[in-house]
């Protein structure tokens, strides 16, 4: 997931933002929709500097 958003054109820090909720996800079941996906990273505080 941090690859592909990386791809996508996000910022590293979004990037593993995004990762770190996919791979909350992968734990809890393979299978999820976007909607829970944006779920997920709902609970994965932006980054600060």
């Known amino acids: 997931a941090t690859v592909a958003a990386l791809l996508r ?12 909720a996919a791979a909350m996800l992968a ?6 929709t976007s909607a829970i996906f944006a779920e997920a990273l709902a609970f ?6």
Not at 27 to 32: N, T
Request: glycine letters at 8%.
């Open 9 to 20: 054109g996000l910022t590293l820090r979004a990037a593993l933002r995004e990762g770190v």
């Open 44 to 49: 994965v505080p932006e980054a600060s500097t």
């Open 27 to 32: 734990v809890e079941s393979a299978a999820f």
